[in-house]
Nanobody, 121 residues
Framework: QVQLVESGGGLVQAGGSLRLSCAAS?????MGWLRQFPGKEREFVAA????????YYGDSVKGRFTVSRDNAKKMSYLQMENLKPGDTAVYYC?????????????????WGQGTQVTVSS
């Protein structure tokens, strides 16, 4: 099993920036970031393969969010820029269980507890 802990969520003004961090018990897996709006299923935000060579972004965040990782520190990051009220959600760090990632939420089998991001207008 792998344990994941997200941090860095909070309240930010529209147009602002926020960086989410994910501390993992293992650096052996592809890492994803997913988010959940109230009353909705979790949706894909971003992902990065184990080597960092492959990244994916959801259409709504492409060009604004950047995913990265530091395997030596067993950390994954989601840098969020130009935040919009529509980005308000609970954000989850997740691990794929392999070194690969996809844009499907079903790829991810290990999940953190989630961190709330609220963007005010």
């Amino acid at each position: 099993q792998v344990q994941l802990v997200e941090s860095g969520g909070g309240l930010v003004q529209a147009g602002g920036s926020l960086r989410l961090s994910c501390a993992a018990s293992s650096s052996d897996y592809g890492m994803g970031w997913l988010r959940q709006f109230p009353g909705k299923e979790r949706e894909f935000v971003a992902a990065i393969s184990w080597s960092g060579a492959t990244t994916y972004y959801g259409d709504s965040v492409k060009g604004r969010f950047t995913v990265s990782r530091d395997n030596a520190k067993k950390m994954s990051y989601l840098q969020m820029e130009n935040l919009k009220p529509g980005d308000t959600a609970v954000y989850y760090c997740a691990a794929s269980g392999t070194r690969l990632v996809t844009t499907s939420t079903g790829t991810y089998v290990y999940w953190g507890q989630g961190t709330q991001v609220t963007v005010s207008s």
